[in-house]
């Protein structure tokens, strides 16, 4: 489906993730992230930008793996992003929801 | 091996498992380990549980999972359902509070399960506190604290530890971080070595680590494995079908079948629009099917007879995806 975010139209699935990663921008993820009450900082966006470079090379993102990477601890994730941080952050990224769940 | 005796592969099969390692989280295996905190997922844990049960007086019950992957995701659900079938029958329910707290958003994974489970917590009067990543555990207020700082109060905490591949697969630098073997979702060959093929809760594929994946993965292994053997393609692909039996308490259970693509809905199973068994629902036919499967596994499966009706594809009939 389809739905109006910083005024395109962007394709979403039903829990509103795109499926189309080419119809990102900026702007999109900031409207996305104001939808979910989070005021982007430039720290916010170097996150984002990290997340998007991991789905990019194939890595299958949890908050395990976060928690060792280099750039972020899981307690400033938390902070940056309150509430399923994992959730909330990939879809301001325009990325999938990760699957870590079966 | 252990005592320094040395074999020779042409092929390797691993089949190692998954274990917990409740060291990984803060405060969880210390003082009120075996006391007030509990695993079911090994013998002794089982038992010291069991044990606990038979005289717990009551309070704030939480089952809880750590982190995933777990083998046989709805065992914690399966718990927390007999849980509340066990205090009614010990006529204690009112004095028992029970929650199941799980990182995920719902009670399962897939969107159509999950809406059904929660109804059935619901029902059950099981309180559900979800996106719970656990930090640590404090062992003297008796609390679990996840990363953005929520607490949950306990009396008796049952949790699933993180789950881990043994050892063996970190010191043949053959593991990802959780010691799972990167491996092909299709075909079960490991992905760093061809001769090297995976089974069971040890890999890495998206599938469920429950023991009908492993059912249905062997069939698939052995017919890639001969291909592999005559130098051919490994033309057998699993499609990641998984079938449990949930536990739902008083007599009924629940039956799910589902794959990587078809997550599970309602229908019927094993013959399409015929049952016996209804699919998503809880039914006394479903526990009856569950009690029928002990005699399966130790007459059928374990000597390797074929399962009749049962594939190791998902069916797609009888099942309404809508
Ligand atoms: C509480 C609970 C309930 C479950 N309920 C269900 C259910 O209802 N339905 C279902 O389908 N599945 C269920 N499962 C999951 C199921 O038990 C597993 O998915 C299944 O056993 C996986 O089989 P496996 O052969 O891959 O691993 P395992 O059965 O774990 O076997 C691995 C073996 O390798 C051995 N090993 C490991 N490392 C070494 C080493 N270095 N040297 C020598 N030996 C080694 C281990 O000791 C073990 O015996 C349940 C699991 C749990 C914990």
Redo the contacts between chains.
């Keep these: 489906m389809e739905k109006e975010i910083a005024g395109k139209m962007i394709k979403v699935n039903d829990e509103g993730y795109l499926t189309d990663f080419s119809q990102w921008t900026q702007e999109v993820g900031a409207a996305i992230a104001e939808e979910n009450n989070i005021v982007m900082t430039p720290r916010h966006w170097e996150v984002i930008a990290y997340l998007q470079n991991e789905h990019k090379n194939n890595v299958a993102l949890s908050i395990r793996k976060i928690g060792k990477s280099d750039v972020l601890d899981i307690k400033e994730f938390y902070q940056l992003f309150p509430q399923g941080p994992l959730k909330t952050s990939t879809k301001i990224a325009g990325i999938p929801k990760p699957a870590s769940c079966i | 091996m252990a005592d320094g005796s040395i074999y020779n592969y042409d092929i390797l099969i691993l089949a190692t498992g998954a274990k917990i390692a409740p060291e990984e989280i803060d405060g969880m295996k210390a003082e009120e380990w075996q006391k007030s905190v509990f695993d079911f997922y090994t013998f002794e844990g089982a038992l010291a549980l069991r044990n606990k049960l038979r005289e717990w007086e009551g309070g704030k019950l939480l089952v809880h999972i750590t982190?995933?992957?777990i083998k046989c995701?709805v065992a914690p659900l399966e718990f927390a359902f007999l849980a509340d079938s066990f205090f009614k029958h010990k006529k204690m329910r009112d004095k028992v509070e029970i929650s199941f707290v799980t990182?995920?958003?719902g009670a399962f994974?897939k969107p159509k399960a999950t809406a059904a489970l929660d109804h059935l917590l619901d029902e059950k009067n099981i309180k559900i506190e979800a996106?719970f990543?656990i930090?640590s555990v404090d062992n003297d207020r008796k609390v679990i604290v996840d990363?953005?700082?929520r607490e949950v109060p306990f009396d008796l905490l049952v949790t699933v530890p993180t789950n881990k591949g043994d050892e063996v697969i970190a010191r043949s630098g053959m593991g990802d971080?959780?010691n799972f073997i990167p491996t092909n979702k299709a075909t079960l060959q490991s992905l760093a070595f061809e001769n090297i093929f995976v089974l069971g809760d040890a890999s890495n594929i998206?599938?469920?680590?429950a023991g009908s994946v492993a059912h249905f993965e062997a069939e698939i292994l052995t017919e890639n494995i001969k291909h592999y053997i005559k130098g051919e393609a490994l033309s057998e692909e699993f499609d990641g079908h998984a079938n449990c039996f949930i536990e739902t308490g008083g007599g009924k259970a629940l039956l799910i079948d589902f794959n990587y693509t078809h997550e599970p809905v309602e229908g019927t199973f094993p013959f399409p629009g015929v049952g016996p068994l209804r699919l998503m629902k809880e039914s006394r036919m479903n526990h009856m099917g569950k009690l029928a499967f002990r005699w399966i596994y130790w007459n059928m499966l374990l000597k390797g007879t074929h399962i009749p009706f049962v594939s190791s594809h998902m069916e797609e009939a009888g099942k309404n995806f809508n």
């Design positions: 982190e995933m992957p995701p990182p995920l958003s994974t996106d990543a930090e990363y953005g700082g971080d959780l998206p599938a469920s680590k």
